[in-house]
């Protein structure tokens, strides 16, 4: 671990694109017989398709609440504006 503390939305960045690269997986998987004229896989498989824009989400979410967090960090340093 780092010496860092780290900020809330770490853990949804990691996960996101831990999930984006299991969709991204799963879209290949499934598209790949489409291209080669073999029969196409179950239903299910194009369902976990769908893990791709999920995991882009997560990680999306965990980008903002970085943001912010960082931003609120950042607000008592700044001098007071008249």
């Given at each position: 671990m780092?010496?860092q503390?780290?900020?809330p939305?770490?853990v949804?960045?990691k996960a996101?694109?831990v999930?984006f690269?299991?969709?991204?997986?799963a879209?290949?998987?499934?598209?790949?017989?489409?291209?080669l004229?073999?029969t196409p896989l179950p239903?299910a498989?194009?369902w976990?398709s769908m893990?791709?824009?999920?995991?882009f989400?997560?990680?999306?979410?965990?980008?903002?609440?970085n943001a912010?967090a960082?931003?609120?960090?950042?607000?008592?340093?700044?001098?007071a504006?008249?």
């Amino acid at each position: 671990m780092s010496s860092q503390s780290a900020d809330p939305g770490d853990v949804y960045v990691k996960a996101g694109a831990v999930v984006f690269a299991l969709g991204a997986l799963a879209t290949l998987v499934t598209f790949v017989p489409l291209f080669l004229h073999l029969t196409p896989l179950p239903t299910a498989m194009y369902w976990l398709s769908m893990l791709m824009p999920a995991g882009f989400l997560a990680a999306l979410t965990g980008l903002f609440l970085n943001a912010r967090a960082q931003r609120r960090r950042l607000e008592p340093q700044q001098p007071a504006r008249a």
